[in-house]
C-alpha cells in the first residue's frame, strides 16, 4: 500500500530501522549537537497525518512539524501551487521591489486579523523573526524601551526574542547578558494556580502582580513599549490564558499607551478552531505574530499590525527572504484550505477527542490535567493528583512509548505532552492516537 493511501501505522521493523540507525549515527558526527530529538525518527515522506520513515515504517503525525503542517504533509493543493510557482519566479526580495502575491497575501492576513480596523503586514521567515520585527516596532512607535512578558514563555531563539523568552533554563543558559529592558510576570495557570494555589482566581492573580507589584516596583508603565502574551502557551505546557485574562490585559495596555502583542506563531491559523486564539477572548491586539501553520511547511512568518502602529519609515526593518514567492503562494493555498474546511475541522476534532478523554482523570492516576482548545490540547503527567507532582520522566515514557506503536507525539513544559496534529485528521485517526496514548498511558502507570 502506498504512503498516499494509508491514515494509520504501518511498522515493518523494529524500531529505528536498520537504515534509520545508520543515518543517526552520522547525523551525530556533522549536525549541530544543540536539537533536541526525542525519538530516532528518520523521516522520507509525508502524507496528511502519516509519515514513512527511510525503513518503510509509516506513523501518525500528532505534531505536524512543531504544528506547522495545518493542512498535512504535501497537501497537493500546496504542492501544485509551489510548483507553478517555482517555475515562474523563485526570488524576488520584498525589500527592493514589488510582487503581486506579497500584496494579496498581506490583503487576506490583513481582512482575518481581530478587529475591523485597517492593518498593515510585514514579512519575514520565522517566528522568532516576526517576534523580532514587533519588538523593534513597539520601541520605533511608542518611543519606550521597555517589555513585559510571561513565565513559561517562548518567543524564539534569537537575541531579542530570546530575551523574552522564559520557558527553560537551558533556552537561555551562556547566552547572556540577553537585551536590557525586560521583565518577567507570572502566566495565569488555572490547573495550578498563578502563585501554586487558588486556581479560580489565576487571572486576577496575574493581572493584580503587573498592576500592583510590577508597575509599582520594577517598571513605571509609561516607559513600557509593550506587553507579549502567547494566548496559549506553546512550550510552556500549551496552556490557555482564560478570556478575563486577556481581556484584563488588553485594559491595562489601552490604560497606559502599551502594545498589547499576541504572540500566535503556534496558536494562530486556524490551529485553535478559529483564525487566531486570541478570537476566543474577543480581544484585538495591537500586533499579531504568526509563523508555523501560515504555509504548510515553507519557510514565512507575518507581523500583523494596526495600520497607525506601523509607522516606521522605509529602511528601518527588512529581510532579503521575508515574503518568497514560492512561499507566498504556500501560504494563499493553505489559507484557501483553511478556510474552506480544515479549520471548521480543526473545532470537531478537539471537541471530540476532549470528549473522548473526559474521562481520563478518573481512569489514570498520573492524568492531572487536560486542556487545550481546537487542535492544540495539552496533557499534564502527574506522580500524585492531590499534590500535583510533576512526573516529567512518565510523560517521556509515554512518548517513547507512542513512538514504538506508531504515533508521533512531543512534549510541552515541564511535564506535559502536546496534541497538535495537521487540522486535516479524521475521526478514525483521532481515535486511534486517543487508543494509543490511552494504552500507553496505562503502561506507565504499572511501571510505578
Not at 103 to 117: F, M, N, R
Not at 345 to 358: K, Y
Request: charged fraction near 25%; hydrophobic fraction near 45%.
Amino acid at each position: 500500500m502506498q504512503i498516499a493511501e494509508r491514515k494509520l501505522p504501518h511498522l515493518v521493523t523494529a524500531l529505528p530501522g536498520p537504515k534509520a540507525k545508520q543515518i543517526v549515527k552520522r547525523d551525530h558526527k556533522v549536525v549541530s549537537p544543540s536539537y533536541t530529538r526525542d525519538y530516532p525518527l528518520v523521516a522520507k515522506a509525508g502524507r496528511g497525518a502519516v509519515v514513512e520513515d527511510v525503513d518503510g515504517n509509516t506513523f501518525l503525525d500528532f505534531a505536524a512539524g512543531i504544528a506547522v503542517v495545518a493542512t498535512g504533509h504535501c497537501h497537493p493543493d500546496v504542492v501544485a501551487a509551489i510548483q507553478k510557482q517555482a517555475a515562474e519566479l523563485i526570488h524576488m526580495s520584498c525589500t527592493d521591489f514589488y510582487y503581486s502575491g506579497t500584496v494579496e497575501l498581506a490583503e487576506k492576513l490583513a481582512s482575518i486579523a481581530p478587529g475591523k480596523g485597517a492593518k498593515r503586514v510585514y514579512f519575514g521567515n520565522s517566528g522568532t523573526e516576526a517576534i523580532e520585527a514587533a519588538m523593534k516596532l513597539a520601541r520605533y512607535h511608542t518611543k519606550r524601551d521597555i517589555f513585559i512578558a510571561f513565565h513559561g514563555s517562548f518567543h524564539g531563539r534569537t537575541m531579542g526574542s530570546l530575551s523574552l523568552t522564559a520557558s527553560k533554563a537551558v533556552q537561555r543558559r551562556h547566552f547572556g547578558p540577553l537585551l536590557a529592558g525586560v521583565f518577567h510576570a507570572p502566566y495565569p495557570n488555572t490547573y495550578r494556580g498563578t502563585f501554586g494555589t487558588r486556581p479560580e482566581h489565576a487571572a486576577a492573580d496575574a493581572l493584580s502582580y503587573i498592576e500592583n507589584d510590577l508597575f509599582k516596583r520594577i517598571a513605571d508603565p509609561e516607559e513600557i513599549a509593550a506587553i507579549f502574551v502567547e494566548p496559549i502557551q506553546g512550550e510552556g505546557g500549551y496552556l490557555a490564558a482564560p478570556a478575563e485574562f486577556l481581556k484584563g490585559l488588553e485594559r491595562i495596555c489601552r490604560k497606559h499607551g502599551i502594545l498589547l502583542v499576541a504572540d500566535e506563531v503556534q496558536s494562530g491559523m486556524g490551529r485553535t478552531g478559529k483564525w487566531w486564539a486570541v478570537n476566543h477572548a474577543g480581544i484585538e491586539p495591537d500586533i499579531i505574530c504568526t509563523a508555523k501553520g501560515i504555509a504548510s511547511g515553507m519557510p514565512l512568518c507575518a507581523m500583523i499590525a494596526k495600520v497607525d502602529v506601523m509607522d516606521w519609515k522605509p529602511g528601518a526593518h527588512a529581510s532579503t527572504f521575508g515574503g518568497n514567492p514560492v512561499s507566498i503562494a504556500a501560504a494563499l493555498a493553505t489559507i484557501s484550505l483553511l478556510e474552506r474546511s480544515a479549520i471548521a475541522n480543526a473545532a470537531r476534532m478537539g471537541d471530540f477527542i476532549l470528549r473522548q478523554t473526559a474521562g481520563w482523570r478518573e481512569r489514570h492516576k498520573i492524568v492531572g490535567d487536560i486542556r487545550g482548545k481546537g487542535l492544540m490540547i495539552g496533557i499534564e503527567f502527574v506522580r500524585d493528583q492531590k499534590t500535583k507532582e510533576r512526573a516529567p520522566d512518565l510523560r517521556d515514557r509515554i512518548i517513547q512509548s507512542a513512538f514504538r506503536k506508531g504515533l508521533l507525539v512531543l512534549g510541552a513544559g515541564e511535564n506535559s505532552l502536546r496534541l497538535a496534529p495537521p487540522l486535516v485528521i479524521d475521526e478514525e485517526q483521532a481515535d486511534f492516537a486517543i487508543r494509543t496514548l490511552d494504552a500507553c498511558i496505562s503502561e506507565a502507570e504499572r511501571s510505578i
